[in-house]
């Protein structure tokens, strides 16, 4: 079976030099890979490999849009979308590509793992996804997990079949973050086809770095899933995307509380105790799984601990705003 791996990029940037170097070393025999750029760039930059690599400029528009335009060159019976700053583990297609023997199964997701030559801030970045104070049940999104069955998975590692997109008419929106929710929706509402997730479909994704950096991601999850939360609620209406909310919420109100009644204070106050020490030692357990080294597990451990408090109150104002919002910019 072949696939056509399609990526979808804004400009030539050294991340990108490093995916479709990775990608040429894939352990697999038949595929084609697609860049789309905003402008045209030199092909003599892209790295020597056996598999045909094809640059198809699309001018600015948006990620989903660029995969859409895809759909137009894909040879394939498989697309296989992955993002400009992964790349994928040498037997990754072949992994993934085995689970479509199966008929019912449209799409296939794996675990995007944050490489080790990452930078302390984007390492640490990559912990706080993957901690379940941050990912809940999603922790597989990050880290090999048991195979199972999903209905809404990211598509920075995401194949499907085209005969799928092409019944679809592709992803059809200007949403990002937020594409991929719209599509496994429709994957699993409409069509009632099956989303499986491989734990050895595994590729590298570079993380945004703390704090700046990872806040803006964070933020822009949030904004899109409290909006989902309306506008796609068959997976995206479910109390755990609530739950960072009504932290914030009971922070906030606790605390102005507690300024005129002390017992409220009280309990205020233990409870944001018991709260920061749970997320200390979680930092710390992730950290000392990861780290040997004495003064970079501090700093770890310290990036970490104050990145996932961060990531809880930006989440949590974000998805409120989110779902208080009439309409979205991107949304056609």
Not at 274 to 290: C, D, E, K, N
């Amino acid at each position: 079976m072949t696939v056509s791996i399609i990526i979808a990029v804004k400009a030539w940037q050294k991340n990108l030099a490093v995916c479709l170097d990775k990608c040429q070393g894939l352990n697999f025999k038949d595929f084609e890979i697609l860049v789309l750029p905003d402008k045209a760039f030199d092909s003599q930059v892209l790295p020597v490999g056996s598999a045909p690599v094809s640059i198809i400029p699309t001018g600015p528009v948006s990620p989903a849009e660029k995969r859409d335009i895809a759909l137009c060159y894909a040879k394939a019976p498989i697309l296989a979308f992955i993002d400009d700053d992964t790349y994928p583990d040498k037997d990754w297609l072949k992994n993934a590509v085995g689970n479509f023997s199966d008929p019912e199964i449209a799409a296939v997701g794996g675990p995007a793992i944050t490489p080790g030559e990452d930078t302390l801030k984007a390492r640490a970045s990559g912990i706080i996804y993957s901690s379940f104070l941050v990912s809940g049940k999603f922790v597989y999104r990050y880290l090999p997990m048991k195979r199972q069955e999903v209905d809404d998975y990211p598509s920075c590692n995401f194949l499907v079949r085209k005969s799928i997109m092409d019944q679809l008419g592709g992803f059809k929106t200007n949403f990002w973050p937020g594409e991929d929710t719209k599509l496994c929706l429709q994957i699993t509402q409409e069509l009632k086809k099956k989303i499986i997730y491989d734990p050895r479909a595994l590729l590298y994704h570079h993380r945004r770095e703390l704090f700046i950096p990872h806040i803006r991601q964070i933020l822009s999850y949030a904004l899109h899933r409290g909006y989902f939360a309306k506008r796609f609620p068959e997976t995206s209406l479910r109390l755990y995307y609530f739950i960072p909310s009504i932290f914030v919420f009971l922070s906030l109100s606790g605390g102005l509380i507690g300024l005129f009644f002390e017992p409220v204070r009280f309990v205020y106050f233990i409870g944001i105790y018991i709260y920061l020490a749970i997320v200390f030692f979680t930092a710390f357990f992730l950290v000392s799984a990861q780290s040997h080294d004495f003064l970079e597990k501090g700093e770890l451990v310290f990036l970490v601990w104050s990145g996932i408090i961060l990531t809880h109150i930006t989440y949590g104002g974000y998805f409120i705003k989110g779902l208080l919002s009439n309409k979205l910019q991107e949304e056609k």
